[in-house]
């Protein structure tokens, strides 16, 4: 099929009875028509917002807007042309060429402005409510998997005793002490290992923003994800004891540490 192609589009010499092109970049424009043309028309521009994921992954489009061809290799979309793609966008946001770059864009955030309790955001966290200062709370829109002590042996931490600043005590108990001992935390600490929804802040509530999951528990998209069960928090009550909270009803206690109970991470 090419070489009839080439033999009908390319001007060609017979020496001894053997064809050859004469035009080469003649030849490599006609072969990218040729290859262009078995592209759907469904996918020859860009009518709105199109997500380049696996499902797009292989489609080539013309983004009339930018004036590009642009593939999509499962995660972004690639130019066909000049220029480079970026993966370095942060989650939820989109790659736009602005004439001579890729730049990224940042795409609508459900959680954006004042959200209300219970919305997942962009990233797939769940918007909580507040935490200390007003700032913005959003919790894993699960918990870890398995229970979890909140230490392993009993030492006293006085700078993680916080009721009201469960990132306070998250960062002490990581920077301090040898996290294999404190699973509870380390559970958090492994979301941010793994840059969990695209994050690295997530830590265990303290006190007051587990009372605030729990007044969040039954709303919106929090709906059905927590337990009725106990739930740790950060705050340390003593060596030997820490605060935790029974989501069936709200009461809260200081068990011993060697307690299992279930851990929601959360970040800011």
């Not at 913005?136 to 230490?151: H, L, V």
């Not at 935390?185 to 587990?210: K, S």
Request: proline letters at 4%; charged letters at 20%; one cysteine or more.
């Amino acid at each position: 099929m090419i070489v009839r192609f080439l033999q009908e589009y390319c001007p060609t010499d017979i020496n001894g009875g053997v064809w050859y092109p004469i035009d080469m970049s003649r030849i490599f424009a006609m072969l990218l028509l040729f290859s262009l043309s078995f592209i759907s028309t469904a996918h020859s521009q860009i009518a709105g917002p199109v997500t380049c994921d696996s499902a797009a992954e292989g489609k080539i489009i013309y983004n009339e807007d930018e004036k590009i061809m642009q593939f999509c290799n499962g995660s972004v979309w690639l130019a066909m042309g000049a220029g480079g793609a970026r993966t370095d966008c942060d989650v939820g946001s989109g790659l736009e060429w602005d004439g001579s770059e890729w730049v990224c864009t940042v795409a609508f955030d459900p959680c954006s402005g004042s959200p209300s309790v219970g919305t997942t955001c962009a990233d797939g966290s769940i918007y909580a409510g507040t935490t200390v200062g007003g700032v913005p709370m959003y919790a894993a829109p699960a918990d870890e998997t398995g229970t979890f002590t909140w230490a392993t042996v009993n030492q006293n931490n006085p700078n993680a005793q916080s009721l009201s600043d469960g990132q306070a005590n998250h960062d002490d108990i990581v920077t301090n002490r040898p996290l294999s001992n404190y699973p509870a935390f380390e559970a958090c600490e492994d979301l941010n290992v793994a840059n969990y929804l695209g994050r690295d802040d997530w830590y265990l509530p303290a006190q007051d923003e587990l009372d605030t999951l729990f007044d969040a528990r039954n709303t919106g998209d929090f709906s059905g994800t927590f337990g009725s069960g106990w739930y740790w928090s950060s705050s340390e009550y003593f060596s030997l004891s820490a605060r935790n909270q029974r989501f069936s009803d709200g009461g809260q206690n200081d068990p011993l540490k060697s307690d299992t109970h279930a851990v929601r991470c959360v970040r800011r």
